[in-house]
């Protein structure tokens, strides 16, 4: 054999060696020989997600794989070419917190066809057998527990109304809302039953009081237009906001329209995400109260169930959700309400923010 031959079948396999050792080459993405895993996340635009995204990112290359991170900007097609391009560079498992939970069933059918594990996170994933596993917080009881500080505060129990609320839910197109949304109306629909607290608006079912893509704008705009159209003779007493952004625009355009934080009339508005900002509403006396997910612990039930996955062992399971098709194995993670009184104690001394992340 020449020597020229010799000599090109030697770097050809140096180059596959290094490639092997150094990437898994998996159309194009280096990851070093490590297992790739995806994590698809919603938006950047809300707190949460960007911590969820990037706790999860450390956390998977802490324990010695390969990620890619992406955040669909709250649209659906963005979050298919972001999963199809994670199936593509090899991706063995995608933790998945879906845009429209009942939209991802045919990219999902995909990764299925090629083995990849996915990992329902937070939202569940609907409409599809493709989910092997979900990881969450027992929703209702969010809504639950928003409904029962709406309860105690204004001691609805003995209260002769009639008190006055107004609701802002999550869009249809996120499972969480619907569940949300039905455990505050196991807790206050006796009081409307009973004529206690009326909404004025009349907007009483999910569908009526959806807010779009969570938005702060697009609450802020709904509780501006309830604000005009059915208050200018009544005071508003509830605000029940099924998140820390829909919460914020309620309690601007409730500020905007003349009301006091602290004031005796200032309604009671609620939350859920203890985002920084709303903390911070909650500390001026803007917000009640917020649900404190712990998105460390959400993320960590993630990774530990995308192991187990990969090593082919059942993750640690407490609960099942039926996605519409069959009861997906779940592991719910605690939850707790947080106001004036317990922030310090449960954000700061539990090491989730600094008092100078809320300004303090
Ligand atoms: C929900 C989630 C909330 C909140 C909201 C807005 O699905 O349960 O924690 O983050 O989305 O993105």
């Given at each position: 054999?020449?020597?020229?031959?010799?000599?090109?079948?030697?770097?050809a396999?140096?180059?596959?060696?290094?490639?092997?050792?150094?990437?898994?080459?998996?159309?194009?993405?280096s990851?070093?020989?490590?297992?790739?895993?995806?994590?698809?996340?919603?938006t950047?635009?809300?707190?949460?997600?960007e911590?969820?995204?990037?706790n999860?990112?450390?956390?998977?290359?802490?324990?010695?794989y390969?990620?890619m991170?992406?955040?669909?900007?709250?649209?659906?097609a963005?979050?298919?070419?972001?999963?199809?391009?994670?199936?593509?560079?090899?991706?063995?498992?995608?933790?998945?917190?879906?845009?429209?939970?009942?939209?991802?069933?045919?990219?999902?059918?995909?990764?299925k066809?090629?083995?990849?594990?996915?990992?329902?996170?937070?939202?569940?994933?609907?409409?599809?057998?493709?989910?092997?596993?979900?990881?969450?917080?027992?929703n209702?009881?969010?809504?639950?527990?928003?409904?029962?500080?709406?309860?105690?505060t204004l001691?609805l129990?003995?209260a002769?109304?009639?008190?006055?609320?107004?609701?802002?839910?999550?869009?249809p197109s996120?499972n969480?809302?619907g569940?949300?949304?039905?455990?505050?109306?196991?807790?206050?629909?006796?009081?409307?039953?009973?004529?206690?607290?009326?909404?004025?608006?009349?907007?009483?079912t999910?569908?009526?009081?959806?807010?779009?893509?969570w938005?702060?704008?697009?609450?802020?705009?709904?509780?501006?237009?309830?604000?005009?159209?059915?208050?200018?003779d009544?005071?508003?007493?509830i605000a029940?906001?099924?998140?820390d952004t829909?919460?914020?625009?309620?309690?601007?355009a409730i500020?905007?329209?003349?009301?006091?934080?602290?004031?005796?009339?200032?309604?009671?508005?609620?939350g859920?995400?203890?985002?920084?900002?709303?903390?911070?509403?909650?500390?001026?006396?803007?917000?009640?109260?917020?649900?404190?997910?712990?998105?460390?612990t959400?993320?960590?039930?993630?990774?530990?169930?995308?192991?187990s996955?990969?090593?082919?062992?059942?993750?640690?399971?407490?609960?099942?959700?039926?996605?519409?098709?069959?009861?997906?194995?779940?592991y719910?993670?605690d939850?707790?309400?947080?106001?004036?009184?317990?922030?310090?104690?449960v954000l700061?001394?539990?090491?989730?923010?600094?008092?100078a992340?809320?300004?303090?």
């Open positions: 054999m020449k020597i020229a031959t010799l000599r090109r079948i030697a770097v396999l140096v180059v596959t060696l290094v490639c092997l050792t150094l990437a898994s080459c998996t159309g194009g993405t990851t070093g020989g490590k297992t790739l895993v995806g994590i698809s996340m919603p950047k635009s809300i707190q949460r997600w911590t969820d995204g990037e999860m990112r450390k956390g998977f290359e802490d324990a010695g390969a990620t991170v992406e955040f669909a900007n709250d649209d659906t963005q979050q298919v070419s972001q999963l199809e391009n994670m199936i593509n560079k090899g991706c063995k498992a995608i933790v998945v917190a879906a845009v429209d939970s009942v939209s991802l069933s045919s990219v999902l059918e995909q990764a066809n090629k083995g990849i594990f996915i990992i329902s996170y937070d939202r569940l994933l609907t409409d599809t057998p493709n989910v092997d596993f979900y990881v969450t917080f027992n209702k009881k969010v809504g639950s527990e928003m409904a029962l500080y709406v309860e105690k001691d129990a003995n002769a109304g009639p008190i006055n609320m107004e609701i802002s839910s999550g869009p996120d969480n809302a569940l949300i949304y039905g455990g505050m109306m196991e807790v206050l629909q006796p009081y409307i039953d009973s004529g206690v607290v009326v909404i004025p608006s009349g907007q009483t999910a569908e009526q009081t959806a807010i779009d893509n938005e702060l704008a697009n609450s802020q705009t709904r509780m501006e237009n309830l604000l005009n159209g059915f208050y200018t009544k005071k508003i007493n029940i906001c099924a998140n829909t919460g914020r625009g309620a309690a601007n500020i905007a329209a003349g009301y006091t934080p602290g004031a005796a009339d200032y309604p009671i508005i609620t859920q995400d203890c985002e920084t900002a709303s903390v911070q509403y909650i500390i001026d006396g803007k917000q009640g109260m917020s649900i404190f997910k712990d998105t460390r959400l993320g960590d039930q993630a990774i530990k169930a995308t192991i996955l990969l090593n082919g062992t059942a993750p640690d399971q407490n609960d099942v959700s039926n996605n519409k098709v069959f009861d997906v194995p779940t719910n993670c939850l707790i309400a947080v106001t004036k009184d317990n922030y310090k104690e700061v001394d539990g090491g989730y923010y600094t008092l992340d809320l300004g303090l």
